[in-house]
C-alpha cells in the first residue's frame, strides 16, 4: 500500500523534533537548569508565564514550552496515520507507540520536578528517574523512526523463523540501552560533581571515599567498548545473512558512527566534559540507537508482497502442469 508522502515527511520532521528536544532536555541537566521552574509542573513557579525569569528558568521553560510541542507532533501524527491506513496495518502500530511513550516521557518529567530530583539531587531515586527516562526517551525515539521507515515504504518487521539474526539484535538492544544508561548516569555525575583536572577526575574515579556516581564513571568507557565491539559483529552478520544494499550500507553506517562517538567521548573526557561535547556526544548516541533501530527494520523486513507471490506462482504451476490422459 502507497502512503502518502506529506506524511512520511511528517513523520521524519517529527522524530527529527524530538530529538532537537531531547538535546535540549540534556542541556537542561547540564547546566543545571532542571530546577528553574521550582517543583511546580505543569505551572513555571506556579505561573503560566514566568516574569522576571532567571537564565535557569527560561530554559527549563523553553525544554517545557518545546516538549509540549513534541507531544502535539505527535498527537498528530497518531490521528492521521489512524485516518491514513486501514485497521491492522503496522503505521497504526508505530504511532500509538509513540504516542505511548511521549505520554510516558511526559510523566517521567514531571516526576523529576515534583519529587525534586533536579539541580544538585544526587538520591537514588534520581538515579533510577534517570535510567528510566533515558530508556523511556531511547524507546520514544524507536517507535518514531519505525513509523517514518514504514510510512516511506519500509517493510513490516517478521519474528519468526529469524534464528541468529533475532537473537544478535535482541542483545545489540538490550546492549545499547545499558550502555545509554551507564551513559546517563555518568552524565549526572559530571554535572554535580565536576573535576578541575584530568588528574583529579581519575582520581575521584578509583577514590573508596568518592561518591557512588562518581565510583560508577569508570563503567561508562568500558560498557561503550564491549558494545561498539558487539554491534560491529551484528552489523557485519546481518549483512552477510540478509545481503541487501540498504542492510550493508546501514551496517557501515552503524560501525562509522560508533567509532566517531567512542572518539567523541575520548574527547569529553579530555576536555573534563564541557557542555558541547556533551550535547555532541548525546547526538551521536541517539544517531547510533536510531541507526541500529533501522538496520534491524529492515533486516527482518517481511515484503508485504511475498505471500501472494507465493500463492500465484503456486497456482500457475498447477495451471500449467500437464494432466494425464
Sequence with gaps: MKIDRHFAHFAWGTLIYNLAVVLWGAFVRA???GAGCGSHWPLCNGEVLPRAAQVETLIEFTHRITSGLALLFV???FIWAFRLVPAGHILRLGASLALFFIITESLVGAALVRFEWVAGNVSMGRVVSMAVHLVNTFLLLA???????WASGGERVRLRGQGRALAGIAIGFAGILILGVTGAITALGDTIFPAS?????MQQDFSPTSHFLIQLRIWHPVTAVVVGFYLAFVGSMLARLRGQII???????LGVLFVIQLLAGFVNVILLVPVPMQIIHLLLA?????????????ALGEPADAPAFEVQSSQSAHLSAP???
Design 75 to 77: 498527537i498528530i501524527l
Design 286 to 298: 541517539d544517531a547510533v540507537w536510531i541507526t541500529f533501530i533501522l538496520l534491524s527494520a529492515a
Design 31 to 33: 547546566t543545571g537548569s
Design 197 to 201: 583536572s584530568l588528574g583529579e577526575a
Design 247 to 253: 542492510v550493508k550500507r546501514m551496517a557501515v553506517g
Design 143 to 149: 517507535s518514531l523512526a519505525l513509523t517514518a521507515w
Design 323 to 325: 494432466t494425464s490422459s
